[in-house]
């Protein structure tokens, strides 16, 4: 009976989250067709800000001037009602403000993609726009040569090891303690669901032993990760 109850209650706070988006949507295109359209930048913000005040004063302070602003702006960066449709319904406008101030379509994109596929929080989508997700899925796929073994977007994305502290030359061994130090960043840095399993593994395979330099569990592959670490720029060969 519970799940009954809590299931619909989620599916109402869906199709309200949904609503709202929408509507965001619709009142921020109506005034940039109809209204702002053919006016100076400068009377455009006046009527923008009595604009406001009137819709604030009937309906409440979701439609306070800086709100307002915001899908404005939403409507006018994502002008695709089917776009709009699809993501009002995995996004909460939380989620679209976080959005907007990102510099180009392709990151915004990027970022939903990522908000719908591992069904982040507004707080977690925060976190991977502050660690640059989509920016460092763009270098890692130019640090991939034309025509090279390794197809782009076959990692995550690189990871971001400054708080290991290393600063010029240093060895793989260096990087593995300092890792080990600060665990607790790295699996946060590595993502979600992972576990810390053992350090220099040791296997043997065809009579050889092999030592692996770090080994995770990963919850949600539900499979053992094994973690070769390497200085310097990729090469494909370290995929083989």
Known sequence: ???LIEYGQR????????????TFWRVGQEINLDILREHRADYGEQIVSTLSTQLAAKHGRSFA????RRMIQFA??????GIVSTLSTQLSWSHIVELLPLPSQEARLFYAEEVIRHHLGVRELRRIIDRKAFERKEIANAQVADGGAVPLDVFRDPYLLDFTGL????????????????????LLEAGR?????????RMVIDGEDYYLDLL?????????VAVELKV?????AYDK
């Open 193 to 201: 669901g992972f576990a810390f399993v053992e350090e220099q593994k």
């Open 167 to 186: 600063t010029g030359a240093f060895q793989e061994k260096d990087l593995e303690a300092a890792l080990l130090h600060d665990m607790c960043s790295f």
């Open 216 to 224: 995770f569990y990963s919850r949600a592959l539900r499979r053992l």
């Open 76 to 81: 006018r960066l994502f002008p695709d009602p």
């Open 1 to 3: 009976m519970d799940y």
């Open 232 to 236: 310097g720029k990729f090469q494909a």
């Open 65 to 68: 001037v800086r709100n307002l």
């Open 11 to 22: 599916a109402a706070a869906q199709s309200v989250n949904a609503a709202q988006t929408l």
